[in-house]
């Protein structure tokens, strides 16, 4: 007798029941060398070039402040977001000083993937936002700034996300060739989709401008009666237009690097998953972010514990006292030996800058997992579906020419035969 046990549950399968557990795989792709490389790459050109513009333009003033630490040395604005020894972040005695630190952040414990990021990348955008009436020198530095990170992250943040791409859809790894490919034909692309809703904003802005000249004059207040509801709708547009793009702009490079799209179909998907699905957007960035917290404080102990390791080792022979010097620089080591000191810390600086890049690389990995569940909230699309190049190195073939023999019978034309009719194998009637 057959025993039906139809009510008994063999397996669950959680990746259904909680999509957003694929968040958990985002370290492990964050970590692999290619993408801290790149995200190191990225944030130390980015901080460097933003440095030259705090220099050339100033950092005296609320709209450009926040370039100071960039402006005095970028290299030691980034590494020194990890400390020469781990568990610094555990035990505040072994804290030294918090000077210095990750620009946007006073403290180390206060570093993590997701916001600070986020933050850092938008610092252009937002410290436009915060000041009226910029003066023109402040207002060309946040705009060099805004294009320079646009374009630093167009080409390495665009490599990373095409890489976590086709690895959480897809489950193959994409080398430095086609990741590095796809990111220099999709740079117009990735550049163009943050850039069209500012130019957006920029052509509302016009006629409220316009309107702001014409309220110079007192008498002309009274058109407000008129003329600011208008205004306001204007204000209404761009509000929205910000607001997608301020929250929403990593969906872009996600979106081009898991489609192969242009910068007008990331934009469209950008808004509709932000808008349709705001809640469930916050919610996996939360989790992201947790995630990432508790990575960020195993890669920058990990990296500290190299470092200092190294330190402890050379200790045993230098002494503890000639290694301080080497760490802080002290002016008793003398000429060569403050160059020679000035190498090691360069060397253990490159330490932790890589470290500093899982910031970024796991910054752009998580757009993309989270990317994939707005896809499939909103479209219902599978998250296994990604754009994959066709490998150039395939040759295709299509079908083969048909020719006839000599008996008037069709015979696959091979294009290695002999062409002397001699050597040509033909029907022939049986000899009698």
Same mark, same amino acid.
């Given at each position: ?40 790459? #990225? ?52 804290? *030294? ?7 946007? &952040?006073?403290? +180390? ?10 933050? !850092? ?5 937002? =410290? ?5 009436? $910029? ?7 946040? $705009? ?10 167009? @080409? ?5 996300? +095409?890489?976590? =791409? ?32 500012? #130019? ?12 702001? @000249?014409?309220? +110079? ?22 509000? $929205? $237009?910000?607001?997608?793009? !301020? ?11 898991? *489609? ?18 705001? !809640? ?61 000191? #000035? ?11 890589? =470290?500093?890049?899982?910031?970024? &690389? ?59 009719? &001699? ?10």
């Amino acid at each position: 007798m057959i025993e039906h046990d139809s009510n008994t549950v063999r397996a669950v399968a959680w990746s259904e029941v909680f999509p957003w557990l694929s968040l958990v795989r985002v370290f492990r792709l964050a970590i692999s060398l290619r993408a801290l490389l790149l995200g190191a790459a #990225g944030i130390l050109i980015m901080a460097t070039v933003w440095g030259i513009i705090g220099n050339i333009c100033g950092t005296d003033s609320p709209a450009t402040g926040w370039l100071q630490p960039f402006a005095t040395c970028s290299w030691k604005a980034l590494t020194e977001a990890v400390p020469d020894q781990p568990n610094e972040t555990l035990f505040p005695s072994y804290h *030294e000083s918090n000077q210095g630190r990750l620009a946007i &952040s006073a403290r +180390r414990e206060t570093i993590e993937p997701m916001r600070t990021s986020w933050a !850092l990348l938008s610092a252009p955008a937002w =410290a436009a936002l915060s000041q009226n009436n $910029l003066p023109a020198r402040d207002a060309a530095a946040l $705009l060099l700034c805004g294009l320079v990170g646009v374009a630093v992250w167009a @080409f390495f943040g665009a490599a990373i996300c +095409r890489m976590a =791409a086709v690895q959480l859809a897809a489950d193959e790894q994409v080398g430095w060739g086609p990741a590095l490919r796809f990111a220099c034909q999709k740079w117009p692309s990735y550049c163009a989709a943050p850039l069209l809703p500012v #130019g957006g904003v920029l052509l509302a802005t016009i006629p409220v401008l316009v309107l702001g @000249f014409i309220m +110079r004059a007192n008498f002309a207040l009274l058109l407000g009666i008129f003329l600011w509801p208008l205004a306001l709708v204007a204000g209404l547009f761009m509000a $929205l $237009l910000l607001l997608g793009v !301020l929250f929403g702009w990593p969906l872009m490079w996600a979106t081009i690097s898991a *489609e192969g799209t242009d910068s007008f179909d990331a934009l469209s998907r950008t808004y509709a998953y932000l808008f349709q699905r705001p !809640l469930r957007y916050l919610f996996y960035v939360v989790v992201a972010g947790f995630l990432g917290w508790l990575g960020w404080l195993l890669v920058q102990n990990f990296a500290a514990g190299v470092v200092w390791m190294a330190y402890w080792a050379a200790g045993w022979g230098s002494g503890g006292e000639q290694i301080n010097l080497i760490r802080t620089g002290g002016e008793a080591l003398g000429g060569a030996g403050s160059f020679g000191a #000035g190498a090691i810390r360069f060397w253990a600086g490159c330490v932790k800058l890589l =470290a500093v890049g899982y910031l970024f &690389s796991y910054f752009w990995t998580a757009a993309v997992a989270i990317y994939f569940l707005l896809r499939r909230d909103v479209d219902a699309t599978e998250m296994d579906e990604v754009f994959l190049d066709a490998d150039q190195s395939e040759q295709t073939f299509g079908l083969p020419k048909v020719a006839t023999d000599q008996a008037g019978a069709p015979v696959v034309e091979d294009d290695h035969a002999p062409t002397k009719p &001699s050597e040509v194998d033909v029907l022939s009637e049986p000899e009698a």
